[in-house]
């Protein structure tokens, strides 16, 4: 039924606009997680387990 089902999916657009949106959203987090002016913020929040209350 799923092949049957799929074999008829002739709307090429839906898949790919998820692609594209997919790989924006990943690129765009990616470059944010990447950038220097983070870093302090990234260095903070991985000493967090280490501290001691």
């Given at each position: 039924?799923?092949?049957?089902?799929?074999?008829?999916?002739?709307?090429?657009?839906?898949?790919?606009?998820?692609?594209?949106?997919?790989?924006a959203?990943?690129?765009?987090?990616?470059?944010?997680?990447?950038?220097?002016?983070?870093?302090?913020?990234?260095?903070?929040?991985?000493s967090i387990?280490?501290?001691?209350?």
């Amino acid at each position: 039924m799923k092949q049957a089902a799929l074999s008829q999916f002739d709307i090429l657009w839906l898949p790919l606009t998820g692609l594209i949106i997919f790989v924006a959203c990943f690129s765009i987090y990616t470059y944010f997680t990447y950038k220097k002016s983070n870093k302090a913020f990234y260095d903070e929040a991985a000493s967090i387990p280490l501290k001691e209350d």
